[in-house]
């Protein structure tokens, strides 16, 4: 699956290279579509959030979404988080698209891209790697270590350590609770 500055899904043959199917958003796709539990979700330049089944090849719901959005959706368990390119933090349904809540508005953070179980991990501009956990229907935020320096991209999940990067090419690493 291949989304386009055309504003184009594409289907694409991994054996022969043919597309299979496109599917048109009338917006650029600024980022990699997502493929998740045979759906497949991408962010339009416009603010659209789309779902796609990839049995059918079809659009299962689009929302569109205040701001502009430069990274790649994130779902995970019931969730999709769209991180704004102001860094704020919003919360989707996945079953529907629709607005839950935002992580954050008022701290600049890079994408979310990083989770386990009901803990979901991301790394602000300014270094500081906070994690968020739904506790009785309420999300609780909680800063577990500020590296300090300057951060653009994601980080970085594996096994219990989240691997961060600096802007000047360094590697910072966490080790969460289990």
Same mark, same amino acid.
């Given at each position: 699956? /291949?989304?386009?500055?055309?504003?184009?899904?594409?289907? #694409? +043959?991994?054996?022969?290279?043919?597309?299979?199917?496109?599917?048109?958003?009338?917006?650029? #796709?600024?980022?990699?579509?997502? /493929?998740?539990?045979?759906?497949?979700?991408?962010?339009?330049?416009?603010?659209?959030?789309?779902?796609?089944?990839?049995?059918?090849?079809? #659009?299962?719901?689009?929302?569109?979404?205040?701001?502009?959005?430069?990274?790649?959706?994130?779902?995970?368990?019931?969730?999709?988080? /769209?991180?704004?390119?102001?860094?704020?933090?919003?919360?989707?349904?996945?079953?529907?698209?629709?607005?839950?809540?935002?992580?954050? +508005?008022?701290?600049?953070?890079?994408?979310?891209?990083?989770?386990?179980?009901?803990?979901?991990?991301?790394?602000?501009?300014?270094?500081? /790697?906070?994690?968020?956990?739904?506790?009785?229907?309420?999300?609780?935020?909680?800063?577990?270590?500020?590296?300090?320096?300057?951060?653009?991209?994601?980080?970085?999940?594996?096994?219990?350590?989240?691997?961060?990067?600096?802007?000047?090419?360094?590697?910072?690493?966490?080790?969460?609770?289990?």
């Amino acid at each position: 699956y /291949l989304g386009s500055c055309d504003g184009m899904i594409r289907r #694409i +043959d991994t054996i022969s290279g043919e597309i299979t199917g496109q599917i048109e958003l009338s917006s650029p #796709i600024p980022a990699s579509p997502i /493929l998740y539990d045979n759906i497949l979700y991408a962010i339009t330049h416009n603010g659209t959030l789309v779902a796609i089944s990839t049995d059918r090849f079809e #659009i299962l719901y689009q929302n569109k979404n205040p701001g502009s959005f430069t990274a790649s959706p994130y779902p995970s368990g019931q969730y999709i988080f /769209l991180t704004d390119t102001q860094g704020h933090i919003n919360i989707h349904s996945r079953h529907d698209g629709q607005f839950i809540a935002v992580f954050e +508005d008022e701290i600049e953070m890079t994408p979310l891209q990083a989770s386990r179980s009901n803990q979901y991990y991301a790394v602000s501009s300014h270094g500081k /790697l906070v994690q968020y956990t739904m506790v009785k229907n309420h999300w609780q935020r909680q800063i577990l270590h500020d590296f300090k320096t300057d951060c653009q991209r994601s980080c970085i999940l594996f096994n219990q350590i989240c691997f961060i990067t600096d802007d000047s090419g360094g590697l910072y690493f966490y080790e969460v609770s289990k």
